[in-house]
């Protein structure tokens, strides 16, 4: 018994060995994803976009020239008329005297935080179911298919409602605000990451690497937890990017209809997008702004998303 352990953790040893060795190694799938964005001019253009995104929500509000909820220009409101774009008011001032500009850019913020946050709470979510039904679904023989089952069955129920339909009865059930859209949003996207963290781990299960920790008598549960997962976790950190871009969306199409911040001193270009409505006419920058905010930034995530999809595609590695 002795002998044959020494060889095995020989065996092992040797192996750990030539993984480390430079001139041996392979390039790691994310290396050489990361040289492929680098090439790509969709996942160039992301980056820009949700660098210059990042930057404006997280420094932003720190610069802006006024106070997002200041009244200052209300005397100048005349009959829905009100001030445009001015040196004074970069992009004009709204329908009660606040500047734009500086709404604007504190709302990147909120926007921000809304999508990361419901992203978050669907990927930790999601990662748990999927993980638990993929480990029982590919090592955990009858018992864990069965356990399998019932967490898929759960997560058809989900799937089988459309997205933002499940998003406005949880917002409606939980009650207008901005941590009700987070919580909605983010169940939203539970069924998504659940289901392909499953089957990536499913899918690992199957490899080679698998059957010989089992062979050397590793436990099921640390062969899933070092091992399975880790290796399971890139389509979904693509899917993350993907989601926020939803996440987003979503989170603006519940604002406007009435479910998501409930402060108007804290401005969300959701809800500048619904306040916006009835100005359309006199003052349609109003729309229009907030409405391009949400669509270039959802934009950019989504370029560089499809863009990490095809670097991390092994099918096209080489």
């Given at each position: 018994?002795?002998?044959?352990?020494?060889?095995?953790?020989?065996?092992?040893?040797?192996?750990?060995?030539?993984?480390?060795?430079?001139?041996?190694?392979?390039?790691?799938?994310?290396?050489?994803?990361?040289?492929?964005?680098?090439?790509?001019?969709?996942?160039?253009?992301?980056?820009?976009?949700?660098?210059?995104?990042?930057?404006?929500?997280?420094?932003?509000?720190?610069?802006?020239?006024?106070?997002?909820?200041?009244?200052?220009?209300?005397?100048?409101?005349?009959?829905?008329?009100?001030?445009?774009?001015?040196?004074?008011?970069?992009?004009?001032?709204?329908?009660?005297g606040r500047d734009e500009f500086s709404r604007m850019i504190v709302g990147a913020r909120q926007t921000l935080l809304v999508g990361v946050v419901s992203t978050l709470i669907g990927l930790a979510v999601g990662s748990l179911i999927g993980g638990i039904a993929g480990a029982a679904a590919g090592l955990g023989g009858r018992w864990g298919r069965a356990v399998d089952n019932v967490l898929m069955r759960f997560v058809d129920m989900l799937l089988a409602m459309p997205s933002l339909l499940l998003a406005i009865s949880i917002a409606a059930l939980l009650g207008a605000g901005l941590t009700t859209v987070m919580i909605a949003v983010g169940v939203v996207s539970v069924p998504v990451f659940a289901r392909l963290l499953r089957g990536s781990m499913i899918s690992q299960a199957n490899s080679d690497y698998v059957l010989a920790a089992v062979s050397l008598g590793v436990k099921k549960p640390k062969i899933a937890l070092t091992h399975v997962v880790p290796n399971s976790l890139a389509p979904v950190i693509v899917q993350a990017t993907l989601t926020l871009a939803t996440a987003i969306i979503e989170a603006a199409a519940l604002s406007f209809l009435g479910l998501g911040n409930n402060d108007a001193s804290i401005p969300e270009w959701g809800v500048m997008l619904a306040d916006a409505q009835q100005y359309l006419d006199s003052a349609p920058r109003l729309a229009i702004l907030p409405a391009l905010a949400i669509i270039v930034t959802a934009l950019g995530f989504t370029l560089l998303g499809e863009a990490m999809r095809e670097a991390l595609d092994p099918k096209l590695r080489k």
């Amino acid at each position: 018994m002795t002998i044959t352990s020494g060889k095995k953790k020989e065996k092992i040893d040797r192996l750990a060995e030539l993984a480390a060795r430079e001139d041996e190694r392979g390039v790691s799938l994310w290396k050489e994803a990361f040289r492929r964005l680098r090439r790509n001019p969709a996942a160039i253009v992301g980056a820009v976009i949700l660098s210059l995104f990042l930057l404006v929500a997280i420094l932003g509000p720190f610069f802006v020239p006024y106070a997002p909820d200041a009244q200052l220009w209300k005397s100048e409101i005349r009959l829905g008329e009100f001030p445009g774009f001015r040196g004074e008011n970069w992009f004009g001032v709204d329908h009660i005297g606040r500047d734009e500009f500086s709404r604007m850019i504190v709302g990147a913020r909120q926007t921000l935080l809304v999508g990361v946050v419901s992203t978050l709470i669907g990927l930790a979510v999601g990662s748990l179911i999927g993980g638990i039904a993929g480990a029982a679904a590919g090592l955990g023989g009858r018992w864990g298919r069965a356990v399998d089952n019932v967490l898929m069955r759960f997560v058809d129920m989900l799937l089988a409602m459309p997205s933002l339909l499940l998003a406005i009865s949880i917002a409606a059930l939980l009650g207008a605000g901005l941590t009700t859209v987070m919580i909605a949003v983010g169940v939203v996207s539970v069924p998504v990451f659940a289901r392909l963290l499953r089957g990536s781990m499913i899918s690992q299960a199957n490899s080679d690497y698998v059957l010989a920790a089992v062979s050397l008598g590793v436990k099921k549960p640390k062969i899933a937890l070092t091992h399975v997962v880790p290796n399971s976790l890139a389509p979904v950190i693509v899917q993350a990017t993907l989601t926020l871009a939803t996440a987003i969306i979503e989170a603006a199409a519940l604002s406007f209809l009435g479910l998501g911040n409930n402060d108007a001193s804290i401005p969300e270009w959701g809800v500048m997008l619904a306040d916006a409505q009835q100005y359309l006419d006199s003052a349609p920058r109003l729309a229009i702004l907030p409405a391009l905010a949400i669509i270039v930034t959802a934009l950019g995530f989504t370029l560089l998303g499809e863009a990490m999809r095809e670097a991390l595609d092994p099918k096209l590695r080489k």
